[in-house]
């Protein structure tokens, strides 16, 4: 077996590739990496989400953290991953291993690996790791407590500093002036008990659905996407809420629901939440987004005379621009977000709220303020399909997107950009990307253009020209 990291993190199917001796494996490998470069009373911190088996996986590698000759900090409680990022630094850490596979169907399971800035690991780093695993046998002994018998690993719980430490970054003072009733769909994972208690805390009224654990998730993926959150928009137009806020299976992405029952997309919020926070924070800096991610994004920091900084698609990317304080919103269309001062991590927790700050401040719904942004910088449509990974389509997909194409469907290619798979760029700013999937087994196809008629065929043409 080969255990190789992708997008953010490792991820396997659980008994099958993902056991205690793989666990143990890549637990050993990530603290002979950190063994020269920490010291020797920083911690390393161990989280995991709802998913069945999580708090025994964890454990087994706070154990082996502790047997390694780190403290180990096992929290108490299913932990949002961007929540590991703050206790990272909180507790200046030398690292924080989260056991989840985020939105990946339930059968995964998955270690995300997290650097001392509380950013995903870079590649170097993950590649250094992967090559540590292949020299290690596969017997590293079950480490749950020491010699004497006592558990080897000291207990945390993060939730109430990280929950302050949010008052920092929302203007919860606007969200609570302005009232009202908010839905809220952790779809049985990490942010119950995050996001609503946010809320609650500042008196408003919080209605949480799927506030239970259930390592199924309901028999699908924990994915806040449009068609998992027909309960929530049921919810919000029936109760005559603000927004309905969802979080996926470890709270790093997010999913909203309009007053209306419109479901805002990524790409859409990015943008909307771009405008509002150079016009309400007044920040220096641009805006990063990925290779997959709207340009819409790109019109608003135009009209603002801000930079855009494009990068490949995985957060830990963008996370690098948070550190270096170039940015104040970095987002990818897949319903990653954080903020300028917030860590270099996605944060759906942090997203949401500021979603209900920018409805609250400006006393406009998100359809409301899109059709401004619209009419100001012109309408975008984009999507994506994804297509499966065949023994086929394995064999001819590196030559295939190595290839140039002078066009697609009749269409004329301006540019080609190969920055994160190939993207064909056309002559009317339409576009269309091919990259592998970093998190599942699939190629991945997105497109944008001015109308949903045109992304239509665009993304047909795209499915097309990769199978062809």
Request: negative net charge; aromatic residues 8%; glycine residues 10%.
């Amino acid at each position: 077996m080969s255990i190789r990291f992708g997008t953010s993190g490792w991820r396997a199917v659980i008994a099958d590739e993902f056991t205690f001796a793989s666990v143990r494996k890549v637990t050993e490998a990530i603290c002979t990496h950190f063994e020269n470069t920490a010291h020797t009373n920083n911690p390393i911190v161990v989280g995991h989400d709802t998913r069945f088996l999580g708090e025994r996986f964890a454990a087994e590698c706070a154990g082996i953290v502790s047997a390694n000759g780190f403290r180990a900090l096992l929290c108490t409680e299913p932990t949002p991953t961007p929540v590991i990022s703050h206790a990272i630094l909180t507790e200046s850490a030398v690292c924080g291993i989260n056991f989840t596979a985020s939105h990946n169907p339930p059968e995964y399971n998955g270690m995300k690996l997290s650097t001392s800035d509380g950013a995903p690991a870079l590649p170097e780093i993950t590649r250094h790791v992967e090559s540590l695993i292949s020299e290690l046998r596969a017997s590293c002994s079950p480490t749950g407590a020491n010699e004497t018998g006592k558990t080897a690993y000291e207990t945390y719980s993060p939730r109430l500093a990280y929950l302050a430490d949010l008052e920092n970054k929302i203007n919860f003072n606007v969200i609570a002036g302005a009232a009202g009733r908010y839905g809220f769909d952790p779809l049985w994972g990490t942010g119950r008990g995050y996001l609503d208690q946010a809320l609650r805390m500042h008196g408003l009224e919080v209605e949480t659905i799927h506030d239970w654990r259930d390592v199924l998730f309901g028999g699908r993926s924990p994915e806040p996407e449009a068609s998992h959150l027909e309960e929530l928009r049921a919810l919000v137009t029936s109760k005559g809420c603000v927004l309905g806020l969802a979080t996926d299976g470890d709270g790093d992405r997010f999913g909203v629901i309009d007053s209306n029952g419109a479901f805002i997309t990524p790409n859409q919020l990015i943008a909307v939440l771009f405008d509002y926070l150079a016009e309400s924070r007044k920040w220096n800096g641009g805006v990063a987004r990925s290779v997959a991610t709207s340009h819409l994004v790109d019109r608003v920091a135009r009209k603002r005379g801000l930079p855009v900084f494009e990068t490949p698609v995985g957060f830990k990317y963008i996370g690098e621009l948070i550190n270096e304080d170039k940015i104040i919103l970095g987002g990818e269309e897949s319903a990653g977000l954080s903020i300028k001062g917030h860590y270099p991590e996605k944060d759906g927790i942090l997203a949401c709220l500021l979603a209900a700050e920018a409805v609250a401040a400006r006393s406009a719904s998100l359809t409301e303020q899109l059709n401004a942004l619209y009419a100001q910088v012109g309408r975008l449509e984009s999507g994506r399909i994804g297509v499966r990974l065949t023994p086929e389509l394995m064999g001819s997909l590196s030559e295939k997107l190595r290839q140039d194409a002078s066009d697609i469907g009749g269409r004329k290619v301006e540019e080609t950009n190969r920055t994160d798979g190939v993207k064909f760029i056309f002559a009317d700013g339409s576009w269309l990307l091919m990259r592998p999937s970093g998190t599942e087994p699939l190629v991945r196809i997105y497109a944008e253009s001015e109308s949903a008629k045109d992304l239509e065929v665009l993304l047909e043409q795209g499915r097309k020209y990769l199978l062809g």
